[in-house]
C-alpha cells in the first residue's frame, strides 16, 4: 500500500519538535502491539481526504494485522498518540536490503494541521540515517496539491522514472495495477546523511 493519505495537507506550515508534542498532548514512538488494531481506521479516515484523487478501491484499502506486527517487531512503525489513543502513524517497508520505502503515513483528520505527519516524517528520516541507509524513498500523489511539495519540503527530490531501481519501479507497477495512474504519481527519495535532516523549507 502506498503513502495514500493526506497527512501532509494536514501538517501545520510550522514544523514543530518531538519534543513540544507533549505540550501539545502528543507522545510518538516505536509501535506496541496494542496499538495496532487502532491503526486501520485511522488508514480509512485518512483516505477518505484523497477522494477524488484515488480509485474508492484503493482508498478503501486498510493494511493487514500481520503487516503491521511485523514492522512493529523489526521497528518499522511509529505512531502518535494523544494521550493513550492512536492518532496516525508511519509505515516503513524494506524493498531490500539497503532500500527502505515509506510505505505509508496517516493522520486522523481530526487531529490534523498540528504537525503530527511532519514530526512522523521527521522520525521515520532520522531513523534511516541512525541506521545507515543511503536513501529512503516514497511514492505520493502529484495532482495532490499538498502531498508532493509537503515532502520536497521535507528534504525528498522526485527520482527519475527511467534511473529507478528494479524494486521502486515494481511498486510503481503494483500500483498501476491497483488503479494507480502512474502518470499521477512521483517516486521520491530522501539523501540520508549525518547533515541531512533539517527543518522543512519555508
Not at 50 to 57: D, H, T, V
Request: aromatic share 6%; net charge negative; proline share 7%.
Amino acid at each position: 500500500m502506498e503513502t495514500k493519505s493526506a497527512e501532509t495537507r494536514q501538517s501545520s506550515p510550522d514544523s514543530i519538535e518531538l519534543r513540544d508534542l507533549a505540550t501539545r498532548g502528543y507522545s510518538i514512538g516505536a509501535a506496541q502491539a496494542e496499538q495496532i488494531p487502532a491503526l486501520p481506521a485511522i488508514e480509512v479516515a485518512a483516505a477518505r481526504l484523497l477522494s477524488g484523487y484515488a480509485p474508492e478501491s484503493v482508498l478503501a484499502e486498510t493494511t493487514d494485522e500481520r503487516t503491521f506486527a511485523d514492522a512493529a517487531r523489526d521497528g518499522r512503525l511509529w505512531v502518535v498518540s494523544a494521550g493513550n489513543t492512536p492518532v496516525g502513524f508511519a509505515l516503513v517497508k524494506m524493498l531490500a536490503h539497503d532500500l527502505p520505502h515509506l510505505e505509508e503515513i496517516d493522520v486522523d483528520p481530526s487531529h490534523g494541521r498540528r504537525g503530527l505527519g511532519t514530526a512522523l516524517v521527521k522520525s521515520v528520516c532520522e531513523w534511516a540515517t541512525d541506521s545507515g541507509y543511503a536513501v529512503l524513498t516514497l511514492t505520493t500523489f502529484r495532482t495532490a496539491p499538498w502531498n508532493l511539495p509537503f515532502y520536497a519540503r521535507m528534504g525528498f527530490v522526485e527520482i527519475p522514472r527511467e534511473t529507478l531501481r528494479p524494486e521502486l519501479a515494481a511498486v510503481v507497477s503494483e500500483e498501476a495495477h491497483r488503479g494507480l495512474d502512474p502518470h499521477r504519481r512521483a517516486v521520491m527519495g530522501y539523501r540520508c546523511g549525518p547533515t541531512a535532516i533539517r527543518e522543512p523549507r519555508r
